[in-house]
């Protein structure tokens, strides 16, 4: 069959715009004016543009297709820029089938490119205008090729990308298809571009000779990504390696950490739903959509901060920025970033969704407002700051933070169970601790309080402790255990905590036997080595637990804040 050239020089801006009405057509994009649309949340401040990168076969159902919707949620949840897409079969496959699918999934200013003629497809789906595509021949297999895309990404390098899915035969006949698709490569893709290749490579393990064979044109090195578990696997029953977002040497220099809402995946994700937690910071997506029925694999999302040609403008609230607690009345500084804006509007919240404003247009340029905290106690405080002339370029809070309020000399002490370790790093007891948080606004007397698990009394705090309001005490399974650097913390006084790995129950008792804290804790909570569970907010009394990893990229943080700052 005949092959679309790949070798094209388009840099000038008049050519580029001459061609592209021509190619979106046959890429079935939408042609329309690049400054109407919606790229809210790809730019980041400064002259870098976020670029999110996803290889997905996850097509499910009984006919290899994304029909049953699973796929959808989970494409609407990750919100890429640049898909590359296997088994791409949607309705009856016509044009306004794969468009529909297209602007459901993604949206309908992006763009696609999908192989003819193939049982199941491979395609690439982009924000941004895709100014060339086709498909290279894969002589391994006769019902789908090689599909790949130029798509003109911010910044002055375009970016390629090749969708791919290898045979299961055998690891040599997928090295026979590397070696091809790595010479069609060399042969058509200019060296000073970006390049991707993504998708389905059905590979058992990552020794196999393929990756060396990749490793010419692409990084193939680790760290790999990793689902909320540490888990890099990616076939539906998650034992083996089949798919990949390999990059080239100019685009790995530019990876970063892939946030979504408030969790951070340092090496990329590989997106299972029913592990990740919390499953909100996915929605639309289901918990169950990766385990539908013939849910082909996991997606595996990669983040890049790429050089852009023109200057962005943007917004980051960097304080409060979520899980922090003040207390009423207290002054603090709300601070953030800006890039290309003047003066910004800054404003708070106290239940979510009523905006009190502290300042219409304050200087963008200071980065800071002082604040005097308003006396009315909540958990789902948030600050919003935002273009004083421009409402659309906004950022509030990752997440809500909690106000304490004190009267007089202070409120009444109020402690409580705010971390738990149940299942410590490796195989020493000595690091399980509980963390115990005081929101109140007085200090409060532990002499004699006692820490229990669901056997018995684990810990007794000696006569004289105080826990300060505002502060955190950590008791740790002994005091070899406690970290270097860790003063708030102290040792069991029965030697040990033998929290349960699999559940089990955790109480605070005060000196008259009263229960003023307790929670019980199952498997999903404690079962990740090193991986303790909080509060979310954090240090909120009301708040429910969950993996501490879901709410920073830290393990643990006994003693400090989830973000490992101090109380």
Known sequence: MTRNSASHSLRDGRLLAAVLSLLLAACGGTPQDESGEDLQGTQEAGLNVRLRLVAANTSSGNYQSYDPGHGTRIFQGLDPDVVMIQEFNYGDNSASA????????????????????????????SRYPIIAAGEWDDTQVSNRDFAWARIDVPGPKDLWVVSVHLLTTSSTVRN???????????????TGDYLAIGGDFNTDSRGESCFSTFAQVVSTASPYPADRNGNTNTNAGRTKPYDH?????DLRAYQTSVVIGSSSFSAGLVADTRVYSPISELSPALSSDSGATNMQHMAIVKDFLIPSDTTTTGITVTSPNGGESWAGGSTHAITWTASGVTNVKVEYTLNGS??????SSTSASTGSYTWTVPSSATTTARVRV??????????TSNAAFTITTSSGGGTAANVFINEILANEAGSTVSGEFVELVNSGGTAADLSGWTVSDSTGVRHTFASGTTLGAGAAIAVFGSASGIPSGVTNAVGSSTGSLALGNSGDTVTLKNAAGTTVSSTTYTSSLSGTDGVSMNRSPDASSGGSFVLHTTLSSLSSSPGKRVSGSAF
């Open 98 to 125: 794969i468009r529909s699918f297209v602007d459901t999934a993604f949206g309908t200013g992006f763009h696609y490119y999908r192989e003819a003629g193939a049982q199941i497809p491979n395609g690439v789906i």
């Open 176 to 190: 026979t298809e590397a070696t091809n698709l790595v010479n069609f490569i060399k042969a058509n893709i200019p």
């Open 386 to 395: 935002s273009d004083a002339s421009n409402s659309a370029t906004t950022d």
């Open 354 to 359: 009523t905006w009190t404003t502290l300042t």
């Open 245 to 249: 977002v390999l990059i080239d040497s």
